[in-house]
């Protein structure tokens, strides 16, 4: 399962192997600086149902993809064991938002919160 981790000045979402073989894509990264928001989402599959799809997609129960969206660019990484998770909205990076699925969305938000606070 993907995973977001604070390292140094940067928030990197780490994806597994299978991730990146399913969304055509590596590892993102964008500088702390660029967080514009995170939030709490009770169904993170929503906002990766709409728009043009770069990866895998199975509607309600995978999607580990690139979208393109009402004029954004969103990477999503949400699995059936994770519906919920966090939006991390971003500004001046490749990506306007990360979907990302968590077990805990408000643990990791905390902790993305606490280390941007540093």
Known sequence: MAELQVEGDELVLHLTGLE???A?????????????GVEVLDD?????????????RIPRVSEVA???????KIFAAVHRDTP???RILLEGADHDEWIVGCQDPEAVKRQ???????
């Not at 990264?29 to 660029?34: M, T, Y």
């Not at 993170?44 to 895998?56: T, Y």
């Not at 690139?66 to 954004?72: H, I």
Request: glycine residues 14%.
């Open 66 to 72: 690139t979208v393109r969206t009402s004029g954004k």
């Open 24 to 36: 055509v894509h590596g590892d993102l990264r964008v500088p702390r600086s660029a967080v514009r």
């Open 44 to 56: 993170a599959h929503e906002p990766a149902d709409h728009g043009f799809k770069v990866g895998e």
């Open 112 to 118: 993305i919160d606490i280390d941007e606070g540093a």
């Open 20 to 22: 990146k073989a399913e």
């Open 84 to 86: 919920r998770g966090l």
